[in-house]
C-alpha cells in the first residue's frame, strides 16, 4: 500500500515537471534597446490657392506655428507656392517664383526652422517641378526636381529632374525627398538611403477625392518605402477642395516598420508633428543591396546621388 503510494507521488511529480502540450513557450527578457537621438517634424496639409504672396504668407504661417512647438523641420506638398494648377502655373514669371521663395527661406531664418516646399521654377528657360531644401538660418541648401514628371506637369512645360534627390543634413541626421509620382520608381527613394538618408520627406499633390481606387494604394506605397527601406517617411499632401481641386489630404508620417505613426483627416488643413526615434531608422534593408546580386548597380546609382553639407 505504502509502495503504490510512492509510485503515484512519483508519477504526478514528474509529469508536473513535464511540459504542458500545447503551452506558450516563455519569452525570454530582452534588454531594452537605447532609444535617440529624436527629429520632431511636420507635415504640413496646406490647401494652395491660385495667389502665390496669399500662399507664401500662408507657409510663413505654418512655419511660425510649427516653430512654436519645436518642430526642426516642416514638408509642404507639392507645388505649396503656386498650387498644383496647370491652367495657372505657366502664367507664373521667374521672378514672382524667384521672390516667393526668397520669402519662404526669410520666414525659416525668422523662426529658426528647416523645410521643405514645393515650388514650380524657371531656369535657363526651363520650368521644373522643384522641392526647395531650406535650413534654419534661411539658406536654401539645394533642390530637388522632380525626376518623373507626369502628363499634367509636361503640360505645363515641366522638365524631367536630373537625378536622385540630394542627401542634407537635419539635426543629429540625413535626409532625402522625392516628389509625388516618384514614388512609384522605389530606386528614386533606395539610392539616396544608401548614400545615408534615414528619413526620406515626400511631398505630393496626388489625385483627386473621386478618384477613390487610388487611396489605398497611394498608402500602400508610403508605407512600402519606409518598411523595405527601413527608414522614416514624412507625407505632406493637399487636403481636399471640393471635388475636382486639391487632393485628397492623408498626410501622414510612417514609422520605419512600415506602420503608420499618424495620418490627417482629408477634408481639413492639418499640421501633423511627430518625434521621430532615430535608433530605428537603421536603414538595413536597403544596406542589404550591397550584399545580393545587383550591389556593382547600385554602388554605380550612387554616383548620381549629390551630397550636401
Known amino acids: 500500500m505504502i509502495l503504490t503510494r510512492l509510485l503515484l507521488l512519483a508519477l504526478l511529480a514528474g509529469a508536473a515537471a513535464a511540459p504542458v502540450v500545447g503551452a506558450l513557450p516563455t519569452r525570454s527578457t530582452e534588454p531594452t534597446p537605447p532609444s535617440g537621438p529624436f527629429l ?3 507635415a504640413v496639409q496646406m490647401r494652395s490657392t491660385r495667389d502665390v504672396p496669399a500662399n507664401v504668407a500662408r507657409i ?23 498650387g498644383y494648377f496647370a491652367d495657372f502655373i505657366p502664367t507664373l514669371s521667374v521672378t514672382e ?37 531650406i535650413n534654419a538660418q534661411g539658406e536654401i541648401l539645394g533642390r530637388y526636381d522632380k525626376a518623373q514628371p507626369i502628363t499634367v506637369d509636361r ?40 548614400a545615408g538618408s534615414r528619413v526620406v520627406f515626400y511631398i505630393s499633390s496626388e489625385a483627386y ?29 493637399p487636403p481636399a477642395d471640393g471635388l475636382t481641386e486639391g487632393s485628397h489630404g492623408q498626410s501622414r508620417l510612417v514609422d ?16 501633423l508633428i511627430g518625434d521621430l526615434d532615430l535608433s530605428k531608422a537603421t536603414a538595413e534593408f536597403a544596406l542589404e543591396a550591397f550584399d545580393g546580386p545587383l550591389q556593382a548597380w547600385w554602388r554605380e546609382g550612387l554616383k548620381r546621388v549629390p551630397l550636401l553639407p
Not at 526652422?113 to 521644373?128: H, L, N, Q, S, W
Not at 520605419?256 to 499640421?271: M, Q
Request: proline share 5%; hydrophobic share 45%.
Open 155 to 194: 503640360n505645363w512645360g515641366c522638365q524631367y529632374g536630373a537625378g536622385p534627390s540630394p542627401v542634407f543634413s537635419i539635426g543629429p541626421t540625413r535626409a532625402s525627398v522625392i516628389i509625388c509620382h516618384d514614388n512609384r520608381f522605389p530606386e528614386l527613394a533606395r539610392l539616396p538611403v544608401l
Open 60 to 82: 510663413h504661417r505654418f512655419l511660425a506655428e510649427c516653430s512654436a512647438q519645436g518642430v526642426q523641420i516642416a514638408a509642404f506638398p507639392e507645388c505649396a507656392v503656386s
Open 40 to 42: 520632431r517634424v511636420a
Open 256 to 271: 520605419t516598420d512600415g506602420n503608420l505613426i499618424k495620418e490627417a483627416s482629408i477634408f481639413r488643413e492639418e499640421v
Open 97 to 133: 517664383l524667384e521672390t516667393a521663395a526668397r520669402d519662404v527661406a526669410a520666414a525659416c531664418r525668422t523662426h529658426r526652422i528647416a523645410a521643405i516646399v514645393g515650388t514650380p521654377e524657371i531656369r535657363a528657360g526651363k520650368r521644373f517641378n522643384t522641392a526647395l531644401i
Open 209 to 237: 477625392i473621386t478618384k477613390e481606387n487610388k487611396m489605398g494604394p497611394y498608402r500602400a506605397q508610403a508605407q512600402a518605402i519606409a518598411v523595405e527601406n527601413r527608414v522614416y517617411l514624412v507625407h505632406a499632401n
